[in-house]
């Protein structure tokens, strides 16, 4: 085994396996939280006092004002990463992209929306949540469902 690499290098191959910039959980939430704060509390609170009349009738009807504000989120979450190759304003802010798994290359409007649907899904199951950590790529359950990567990029014109 030493020989061979000792051949690979004398040679000028690379010797490592070829390592795709996966993005680190750290950058990952950081990106998360942005759009959060960007997007999904401006909706929420436009659906708890405009939608719904006040924050005590958005009480009453949880399910109805968390239904409210999700679609409309996922839907211009999507559409962000469908015009920007694959970057919401969360993801853009750290340098990250949202790629397919085999190709690493923009992933497919069908493929975005799918995972953030299915996002939105698993969402609502907290075991769910501890998954990147327990694996060397940091994928989620909605990345491993729809074949896609979150990759760090170097495309420095943000």
Do not use: C
């Not at 020989?3 to 998360?32: M, V």
């Not at 959060?36 to 949880?62: D, P, R, T, W």
């Not at 990463?81 to 790629?99: E, T």
């Not at 998954?131 to 994928?139: Q, V």
């Amino acid at each position: 085994m030493a020989k061979q690499r000792f051949r690979n290098i004398k040679q000028g191959k690379s010797t490592k396996k070829n390592e795709t910039p996966y993005a680190p959980l750290a950058l990952r939430t950081k990106s998360f939280l942005t759009d959060i704060f960007m997007i999904f509390m401006i909706l929420f609170y436009f659906i708890i006092y405009i939608v719904m009349g006040s924050l005590e009738n958005a009480s009453h009807e949880k399910l109805l004002s968390w239904t409210y504000a999700l679609i409309p989120y996922t839907i211009i979450i999507s559409l962000f990463m469908i015009k920007d190759k694959g970057r919401s304003p969360g993801l853009r802010s750290q340098s990250l992209q949202v790629v397919d798994s085999h190709s690493f290359k923009q992933a497919s409007a069908f493929t975005i929306i799918f995972r953030n649907i299915t996002f939105l899904l698993t969402l609502s199951i907290p075991f769910i949540w501890i998954l990147p950590f327990f694996r060397k790529d940091n994928k989620t359950l909605h990345d491993l469902l729809s074949s896609t990567a979150v990759v760090k990029t170097d495309d420095k014109r943000n």
